[in-house]
């Protein structure tokens, strides 16, 4: 809006996939909601209060999906305010993120109906969730390596150092994603709650690593 | 957009932040409808107008949640009108508000679902709901005592005295918030009576103090 | 963006509340798949198209509601290019449009399943429905007397003249609508029709009498 | 905004009509989502693995919806990289495009359903499919016919050559998608995986053709 003449002009093409993208997560985000089900009437009689408290899985996984939406949404900024340029192959490495972003909420609802149940379906349940989150990590990790990569997309070339560096990052958070999937098979709950933990860290690792 | 260079650059946060937290509330606002059962048609046989008649707490609850979250949307932009700045902790902080937000289609649904059954699952039910309204007037007087806290993401430094009456006001309004999951335990319609009402003041309120 | 100084400020709240509009068409528009609902497989056992043939009445409720949501945007947007600055009266009137528009998957779902059925129910579901669209018509009608009123919320001031025929020409609109409620006692899908041909008037209407 | 006084104004109507498009494709895109099924949980006592691998026609047609609507909102964009000003006529016909975009998800849903049954109904279900891509084809073709023929709405008015190319371009796109309604009546499943592989085509050579 302001570029001068030298500067390569800022491909517009990222403020439309940041507004679709913002879209798909808003939407994914608020969509999770569907998946809380009220227990019918005339299966609460007189006991709502016991009924809710029994259907905690399905609360747990809410919270834990919007806060790993949420991160992913934050964390989505983050990088394309260092991607300022966009071609065809990062508009589609970029769906295949929000691909999985907008599947979130059938693991969240698989994990909502079988953390209670505790027993082969629970870890199932719980594995699919995390394989979900893993694939979400390698689309993250794809997007970031391609634009490192093919370097004209970034605001600011980076070091080579840097770049190996930035990569490896992303790679470790998607090893222990992968970790997870195995966790699931140990405990259902246990990775429930891990899963809630990353978010967060991802949430306060960013403010201290990033922002300043 | 026409910024001086004196003057400190107003953070692209924050439209980013008015953007996907309009889109939330666009999506939760029109979600509600998704709650309203239509009447199976072997079940109305020739009755459908009574039938409809029958189920006026989930129109009651549709309307008062529709309110809620209009007066939420609107109040949110006098808000980030006048927060011009934004850091990662008020992200987070938007955050949490988007989860009560986008939360109220559940409780929406208990009431809906037993308003009309009285007794002690009502009273449940709208304290459920009256909880959820006090979470989020909670979340908003963080983001508020936030801003204010960190003076320079608002758009205007206050007075000491003006930032106390407005924190203040914020803590009032959450009191009342807190009150009505009492008042749900003596009567859950009189509740949600209250919470229409209490959308209609701040309405109303907005009107006279911040416009003029 | 390119104003003199002379002129007033034309007020931001009126792009925000054209956003928000927008997301609350754009989302109203596309949940109205969610009422089509596909037969069970148990229930087609090589009849699918048979089964899919019989259940007419929702692909015509579908195509009529999206219809008049698309005609709405459409005619929402002329009206906001006329109207240019907002006031806290204005967005809430405008709330009671989107009200409408939100509710409007309800009694189209009313329709889908009520009206093959014939008989009472029929003519209450297509009544409901009418019954909705008036009350939009009616909160278009506000909208436009409240910016027109307060003239300096125009564009440009509208001559005495031309203020009372804009004023009648909805009010035309609001009785026609209304008409539609008591037509819905007489045929059920004879109403339907009449909504679909309303919805195709006002889009070529429009065609013809603003843009030229 | 930063238009010479010489050059014709472009509409703003275009960046509306993108906005509320790109609206609606983010929304049908995330809302397919709604359409799996999680097993219930007294149904797949032990065996959810079992149960989810036994449900693979509602994945393939969740991935092949996605990277339908994806691709669509990618080629939705590139036209209107090429179409500036827009008319009553325009729109209509672009929501005559959302309309068939919007409706992805039931003929998604049907396929979920039936592709597995095998028989008279799983090539109903892909032939409903089909047809529902090929109308949206038609609706392609008609806005970029329409706008190609009022040159005036293009950036750049295109030579008779290059006009009846570019038109011509799009029918052998619609033929290619009329052929999958016949195609369904011999396997559903070849019909799902080459609705598949012509959205990925799609997606590559638009990155060949018109990128470069």
């Known amino acids: 809006m302001s570029e001068s003449a030298a500067e390569p002009r800022r491909d517009q093409e990222t403020s439309r996939i940041e ?3 913002d879209g798909v997560f808003a939407i994914a985000i608020t ?11 005339d299966v609460a009689h007189g006991e709502l209060w016991a009924h809710l408290r029994d259907e905690w899985p399905q609360f747990a996984a809410y919270l834990t ?3 790993v939406v949420g991160v992913m949404w934050v964390n989505h900024h983050s990088m394309f305010n260092q991607i300022v340029r966009a071609d065809r192959g990062l508009m589609f490495l970029n769906l295949l993120l929000l691909l999985w972003t907008a599947l979130l909420p059938f693991p969240t609802a698989l994990v909502s109906e079988y953390l209670g149940e ?16 893993t694939l979400a990590a390698i689309a993250f990790s794809l997007i970031w390596a391609y634009a490192v990569r093919r370097g004209r997309l970034l605001a600011r070339p980076m070091s ?7 990569v490896l ?3 470790v958070g998607t090893f ?3 970790a997870t999937i195995a966790l699931s098979f ?12 990353i978010a967060l860290y991802y949430a306060f690792e960013q403010v201290r690593s990033r922002v300043t």
């Open 176 to 178: 222990v994603y992968a």
């Open 160 to 166: 080579p150092g840097a770049e190996r560096a930035s």
């Open 19 to 21: 507004a679709f993208s």
């Open 118 to 133: 505790g027993g082969a379906d629970a870890h199932v349940a719980a594995a699919v969730y995390s394989a979900n989150l």
């Open 169 to 171: 990052r992303f790679s």
């Open 31 to 41: 969509l999770l909601v569907l998946e809380l089900k009220a227990p019918a009437s």
């Open 65 to 67: 999906s919007f806060a």
């Open 186 to 197: 140990a405990s259902a709950p246990v990775t429930l709650a891990v899963q809630f933990l």
